[in-house]
């Protein structure tokens, strides 16, 4: 089912080539931002004076000066103590998610996970056919009573998957209370947590939060990260960060998944994370998103009717829309698109169970004026189908 | 059992970076012919002219003028009638593997192949957990009466897969006449043939086979190709070919496995293709692999003791010796790795049977002064371990 709903995106995403459709659909980074002549001149340096190294086949662990570099900003930023050793390079951080799958899932095992979640996590696990245990969550994370109580309940969960910055699709971001106390409930059942954090470098405001792999306990964390949104996404380099026990095993499926990532693309980013400060970049994308976001609540506040309930994230790239109960979201995105506005239907995020009134908006890839008249062109469709559901129930009630 | 023999080989990789050994391990192409330049000022145009595209996300299916340069060149080379359609990019022919995997294989489903077959393929497939059934092979290919009888035998057959150009390990190339009736019983069998080609266009002498997709009842054939062979293995350029039944399940899993294939790397390969000529290039690789060939070959005829058999092949990187029986060719690496020459023991490429008095050696990566050096202390080694194997026989013939 959800297979089919990855493909429903793919759709909403070529509709979403066209030049004139306002996109709030894809996770895409703002391309002005990419450091591209950075990038030309760190590739020529790298061809220039290891080109022999850098086209041929390289260990599956990945670059070892890229892994170094990962090693020490996750332990600045994210208060872990990994060595280099206990990082691997993988095609993008989707990879490390089919990895992940590959060494812990057989078919029913079950995957605890937010509700919603990110889609590409959906995707890459379902090829394992596990079953998916939901945990509700509130605005600082899962609830712990549903997880303790789903834990207790579940005897096949091999691990709990969780993105605690800046959520997909939801924009939520986990306390640190939140953090700690699903640390020790996967302690006490003995169950690994994956911390999926592609988007916490990019905080617009507040201080971060410790990383759960940094805690006591961490040991049982699998963590993954990206370039892709602080750097670009085009040259795929994300990563698993984890104690050796499980990453022996990751680097022997990611041998039979790809021999290893591009030998290029890692030291063309090795090469440029050694030359320039990616600080300076992250920092001119978080004045740009801050804003955008800052622009779209503003258009949502202003246009949208009472009833339709948004979040306020803290950072990265998606907001998460609650729209009133009975309007399903795929109705209003093709009456959207009819005004060349696009955005993801909330249901692909519900992995087993499902709230189509709910919609994913992505704030970081429009320039401003867009983003308002995107949200404009929204609010006046929703208003449309609210007035149209409440004639037809009007009708109803006439006619019963 | 073979994720172990992967990690020999990983270890055996480790040592031959030390410069003084003379490794015949690896499959790695030479990099004196990787074409350094040409891709830095490919890599800077097209950053130049698109950067903000080849940074970005993009099609999991791959960027469209290479899937198109790919058709056409399999059209004209191998006699397909693919259209750009029918091919996507992937992270190096590996993942065209684990793809594969993914969408035929379930655990205890069966994989008919070679003996020997590409190590690589086990790795992939194995994550799958399939139960291997190795077809003997002579000169021409598979024996058609042991591929007959097992398809008659077995009822869970999930595809046939084989390497027909200059097989890795053996260098083995399929005849016609081989190719049409390997394909007329996967049609009766109703079985799909996955036909991985990375060594075709490396050929010496001859004329090329056509390709079994080519053939009549060739849509039920999906096809891998790379340019690691022709261009370099660092850039992950691999492909899948196949009629779009298969290909639509393909690009599915592919979405979930990486998203997709570098951006950055399909675009300067692309833009390395339309620029420049690539059959100059493979013609260079050529006269470089076939003297090196050579020079193995004599090597092999002047040093070796009868009883040691070896492969001629028409091209490729690797040439098959089959040892007296009895002997290991473990033991024979071990004293070999004494004197720093490296190859890899036959026993990791029979999934199913083995046998261990078999290695690869590979010709394409070590300049020619010190393929003749190395084979002489194989040669050396191979003796001693004769004389001592013949004397212990002799001293148990005076006990017994």
């Not at 939520?172 to 999926?196: F, Q």
């Not at 400060?277 to 994308?285: K, M, P, S």
Request: charged share 25%; with cysteine; glycine share 6%.
């Amino acid at each position: 089912m959800n297979i089919l709903r990855a493909s429903d995106i793919r759709e909403i995403l070529k509709i979403t080539q066209r030049p004139e459709v306002i996109s709030f659909a894809g996770g895409l980074p703002a391309p002005e931002f990419f450091p591209t002549r950075e990038i030309a001149d760190a590739a020529v340096r790298v061809l220039e004076r290891s080109g022999t190294t850098a086209l041929q086949y390289s260990p599956t662990e990945g670059h070892t000066p890229l892994r170094r570099w990962i090693a020490t900003r996750m332990n600045t930023k994210w208060g872990t103590t990994l060595s280099q050793d206990e990082v691997i390079i993988t095609t993008g951080s989707q990879q490390g998610l089919d990895l992940i799958g590959k060494i812990f899932l057989d078919r029913n095992d079950v995957v605890i996970c937010e509700s919603p979640t990110y889609l590409g996590a959906v995707m890459a696990f379902n090829t394992f056919r596990p079953r998916w245990v939901e945990i509700p969550t509130d605005e600082a994370g899962m609830e712990m009573h549903a997880l303790e109580a789903a834990l207790k309940r579940e005897t096949k969960v091999k691990f709990i998957y969780v993105v605690p910055n800046f959520q997909n699709p939801s924009g939520r971001t986990w306390s640190l209370e939140r953090r700690k106390s699903l640390l020790a409930l996967a302690i006490r059942h003995k169950v690994p947590v994956v911390e999926d954090n592609p988007y916490g470098e990019l905080r617009f405001a507040g201080e971060p939060i410790p990383a759960i792999q940094s805690m006591e306990g961490g040991d049982q964390v699998v963590s993954l990260g990206t370039l892709s949104k602080v750097f670009c996404p085009g040259l795929r380099v994300g990563w698993l960060a984890a104690r050796r026990v499980f990453l022996d095993r990751l680097i022997i499926v990611k041998q039979g998944a790809d021999l290893h990532s591009s030998t290029f693309d890692q030291m063309v980013a090795s090469e440029y994370l050694e030359s320039y400060n990616i600080d300076d970049n992250i920092a001119r994308i978080i004045v740009a998103y801050k804003k955008r976001r800052d622009v779209m609540v503003r258009a949502l506040e202003l246009e949208m009717p009472r009833g339709v309930k948004f979040s306020h994230p803290e950072g990265g790239l998606f907001l998460w829309v609650e729209l009133p109960p009975g309007i399903n979201s795929r109705t209003l995105l093709k009456r959207c698109l009819e005004h060349d506005v696009a955005f993801v239907p909330g249901g692909s995020f519900f992995p087993a169970h499902n709230r189509e009134n709910t919609l994913r908006l992505n704030f970081s890839n429009m320039p401003e004026d867009r983003i308002v008249e995107g949200i404009r062109r929204m609010a006046t469709a929703i208003k449309a189908i609210m007035r149209e559901t409440a004639k037809a129930e009007g009708a109803r009630a006439i006619v019963e």
